[in-house]
């Protein structure tokens, strides 16, 4: 293929910085753009001194129309309101945009659907192989087991995340209440405190735990009476979310406009 040219939104985060490395590493991929917000420290320096490359005489800048017009791809992990943003200029620019932000609404997911008309839109609450793998077993465990078996979805970050629960930790219930037939807006149980009474059968519950630098660990557990069954992924580097962004954007490349999944990007879509 022809060197398919990437640009990183939120440069300066650590994502960011990963994303650029692992662009830069990656055959055919060149990257063209680095783009922070406006007011950020980072504008004007150099994006590969930034990220441990070495100069590559490429400047964050807090504009990115020039940016997204002169590339096929752009990288994103930011906030909610700024991956709809970007995915309005993607959809004008008819480029692939990945999306690897968490904590998304449903307003927002709309408008995703919304630019997938004209862009390439590819969004994961996470982006690594094996995590996806875990919400495909996750939703055949759940469709194989009844609620005999209650469901309760286990993730822990680092203490500077600020959303909670995760995206994966939302992905694998919702794979969970795919698999059972059932809805996670009214099977969902996302905090519990004093007297709550006993478990409602057919619940999926949540617990959230923060501390230290954890990258991501997230567990789907299945307590029967007298077994219980774990399915479980740990992030060690935050490079597998990246190498699973240059990925899908490579896969995506060539797709018809739409708004797509990592199931999509790994064949694991039904």
Known sequence: MNV??????GAAGRMGQALMRVVSETENCELVGAIEREGSDAIGKDSGELAGLGHNGIAVTD?????FANCEAVLDFTSPASSVAFAELAAQARIVHVIGTTGIEAEQIRKF???GRHARIVRSGNMSLGVNLLAALTKKVAAALDADFDIEIVEMHHK???DA???TAYMLGEAAAEGRGIS??????FSRHGQTGARKRG???????RGGSVIGDHEAIFAGEGERLTLAHQAGDRSIFARGAVKAAIWAH???????SMADVLGLSD
């Not at 398919?4 to 939104?9: A, K, Y």
């Not at 504009?63 to 940016?67: K, M, Q, R, T, Y």
């Not at 619940?203 to 735990?209: E, K, Q």
């Open 4 to 9: 398919m040219r990437f640009v990183v939104v």
């Open 63 to 67: 504009d990115p129309i020039p940016c």
């Open 113 to 115: 659907d919304a630019a």
């Open 160 to 162: 500077h995340k600020v």
């Open 165 to 167: 629960p995760s995206g």
């Open 184 to 189: 996670l807006d009214t099977h969902g149980v």
């Open 203 to 209: 619940d999926i519950g949540f617990a959230t735990l």
């Open 254 to 260: 060539d797709k018809k406009p739409g708004h797509y």
